[in-house]
């Protein structure tokens, strides 16, 4: 049964869509640090937020979008990575689930991501009207706290973060039977840094400043970009 559950996808592709994927999340992530000092603007009052993000106009939301469609891409990779027939065969339990974490990880960030797209804008709108009334304007940015609160942190970052992490240690567990001890040790050391930064919004939740947990997030990602780059490459030489 399980040897029926795979996807040959030509190997030399794959590999490349690993290293794609790993350069193609950095980009927008760095436009966003550049034009709206993203992730830095996450701790600003609401306000304030709003009003930086109205004056982005559609470039910045065509930026979120793209951030969102680079987290929507994991999906895809975590499928064409894991579910090969060697894999299914040798350890069913460790690529199916890497599988399916990497899915479920994938749409929990693009959740949160996309709240940028979809509605962000329309608080941002009503922030910066220049007839909309105070209560008005203190609504759009109650509604933007909760939503960054339950879409952002919780969905997006939390859960899909752990997720992440999740996909990641498993994969990383399968490049360790195959002998890939330097994947697997950088993998290994990636999920460390994500589940540390996981309890940014348990800190904020509790009341607490979590800078120091969003270090161990940023460290994270770069770990990330670092093992699906490694990865990619290994994928593409296991060819030869």
Known sequence: MAEQIYTEAPRPFTGAAAIATAIGFNVPFAILGATFEYPDVLRRPAGEVLNLFAQGGAPLILTWHAFAISALALAPLAFALTLTRNRVSDAPGLAIGAAVAGALSALAQAIGLFRWVFVVPGLARVHTDANATEEAKRAAEYTFDLINQYGGVAIGEH?????????????????????????????????GAIVIGTNEGLALALGQSGEEF?????????????????????TMRGVR
């Open 159 to 191: 859960l899909g973060q752990l997720l992440l992490a999740l996909f990641v240690v498993l994969f990383s567990a399968m490049q360790w039977r195959e002998r890939k001890r330097i994947s697997a040790v950088l993998g290994f050391v990636t999920v």
């Open 214 to 234: 969003a270090m161990a997030t940023i460290g994270g990602f770069v770990g990330l970009t670092l093992w699906l780059i490694a990865t990619g490459i290994g």
